[in-house]
């Protein structure tokens, strides 16, 4: 059967796909198996950093095949442990690291050890998790409490108890909404679904002041923002405040699935032998293909040009005269289109003109490339894409 007639046939009906199919990948390029090819803006949701086929991680996935994929958590590995000592080193505020196979499971594992922090230091009754508007931190029943949108909660609930709705951007709302009750507030730096919208500084800074004088932790979910996307390694580096735990997923290995929670000591001394854990987390084939991603992301001359390509390409957007657009807003190649139309027309067009696109939320259009994009690749986006908005 072709794989359209089975996926239609044989899958739960949770995704709406495209009618082709994808096989082959070169680059920021995807073809599919009837030849066509397509510059691809999303990356997988964000994943697919060094693009596909990249020979450096090819030959590591090849040297990782051929000793065990896993041991489980009960052993020790050399891979999970060099994994974990990089991504200490690369993030100041944290003394250590928790691996799981998601953001979501990251962001689940960053709640359960704030909860279980609280617990210790100053008993039952410090619980509540502080969440804003627009944000979306997972599917899962914690990570979906924290995910303040109708159509993702309320089929599924009762959700997780103990959580607080703030807006977003809103320093003196989220002064009303924290108090000592409230154990953690979980933010992404730039969310990502909710619209590719920036914290505002003081936003995040005042977050950073009232969690200190609740003692409650600051989680930063860097899922999507994070990894170099914004052309740092940490997205939060830009506002000079460190959280006490830090969750990221997406590009850790270029496309195998892992998460992972960074805490600073004092968190992470919370959790003991048995309190949280996860089959397949931090296996060895996993871990070794991300220490690679991880290196070659964090390498200063790979975010330079993340930035400068990301500057371009915002640039570039801007330049696109179409009374549709309303404003071009991100960070490096994390990018966001506010239309005042909505996006379902242009990224079902999209396909047709060779371009992989994606939305975040009805109007606005998000762009993800690989982060390898080079300016040439940007200008056949740009070209894709405005003769698409001059056809609408
Ligand atoms: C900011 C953020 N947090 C968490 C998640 C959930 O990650 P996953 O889909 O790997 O569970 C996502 C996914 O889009 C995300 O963007």
């Given at each position: 059967m072709d794989a359209i007639t089975a996926t239609q046939t044989y899958l739960v009906q949770a995704y709406q796909r495209p009618p082709f199919v994808l096989e082959d990948g070169h680059?920021?390029?995807?073809?599919?198996?009837?030849?066509?090819?397509?510059?691809?803006?999303?990356?997988?949701?964000?994943?697919?950093?060094?693009g596909y086929g990249d020979p450096e991680l090819v030959a590591a996935l090849q040297a990782a095949a051929e000793k065990p994929l896993h041991f489980s958590n009960l052993y020790h590995s050399q891979p999970m442990a060099t994994l974990a000592q990089?991504?200490?080193?690369?993030?100041?505020?944290?003394?250590?690291?928790?691996?799981?196979?998601?953001?979501?499971?990251?962001?689940?594992?960053?709640?359960?050890?704030?909860?279980?922090w609280a617990r210790e230091q100053y008993g039952e009754g410090k619980s509540d998790i502080v969440t804003f508007s627009g944000a979306f931190h997972g599917r899962t029943m914690g990570a979906l409490a924290a995910t303040p949108r109708p159509k993702y909660q309320d089929p599924f609930r009762p959700l997780m108890p103990g959580v607080r709705l703030a807006p977003f951007n809103d320093p003196a709302a989220a002064a009303a909404t924290i108090d000592d009750g409230v154990c953690a507030v979980i933010v992404e730096p730039v969310q990502g679904e909710g619209g590719?919208?920036?914290?505002?500084?003081?936003?995040?800074?005042?977050?950073?002041?009232?969690?200190?004088?609740?003692?409650?932790l600051l989680i930063l979910d860097e899922v999507q923002c994070g990894v170099g996307r914004t052309g740092?390694?940490?997205?939060?580096?830009?506002?000079?405040?460190?959280?006490?735990?830090?969750?990221?997923?997406?590009?850790?290995?270029?496309?195998?699935?892992?998460?992972?929670?960074?805490?600073?000591?004092?968190v992470a001394a919370a959790i003991h032998p048995g309190d949280h854990g996860t089959t397949f987390a931090g296996g060895p084939f996993v871990t070794a293909v991300a220490d690679v991603v991880t290196r070659r992301v964090a390498d200063p001359a790979f975010l330079t040009q993340v930035r400068e390509t990301g500057a371009y390409f915002k640039e570039r957007?801007?330049?696109?005269?179409?009374?549709?657009?309303?404003?071009?807003?991100?960070?490096?190649?994390?990018?966001?289109?506010?239309?005042?139309?909505?996006?379902?027309?242009?990224?079902?067009?999209?396909?047709?003109?060779?371009?992989?696109?994606?939305?975040?939320?009805?109007?606005?259009?998000?762009?993800?490339?690989?982060?390898?994009?080079?300016?040439?690749?940007?200008?056949i986006a740009i070209e894709r894409l405005s003769a698409l908005f001059a056809d609408l």
């Open positions: 680059g920021v390029w995807l073809r599919d198996t009837a030849g066509r090819d397509y510059l691809d803006l999303v990356a997988g949701i964000a994943v697919n950093a060094l990089r991504l200490v080193e690369l993030t100041p505020f944290a003394d250590r690291v928790h691996f799981q196979n998601s953001g979501a499971e990251a962001n689940e594992a960053a709640i359960k050890f704030a909860r279980k590719v919208h920036p914290a505002s500084n003081e936003f995040l800074l005042a977050l950073r002041e009232l969690t200190h004088a609740h003692n409650a740092q390694f940490w997205a939060h580096e830009s506002y000079g405040i460190l959280p006490d735990l830090l969750t990221a997923a997406k590009p850790l290995a270029n496309g195998l699935p892992i998460g992972v929670a960074l805490a600073s000591e004092r957007l801007q330049e696109i005269n179409s009374p549709h657009i309303r404003e071009v807003r991100g960070r490096g190649l994390m990018l966001g289109v506010q239309l005042d139309i909505e996006t379902g027309p242009l990224i079902q067009r999209g396909f047709a003109a060779g371009l992989l696109l994606l939305n975040a939320g009805p109007d606005v259009l998000r762009l993800l490339p690989p982060l390898i994009i080079s300016r040439a690749e940007v200008d």
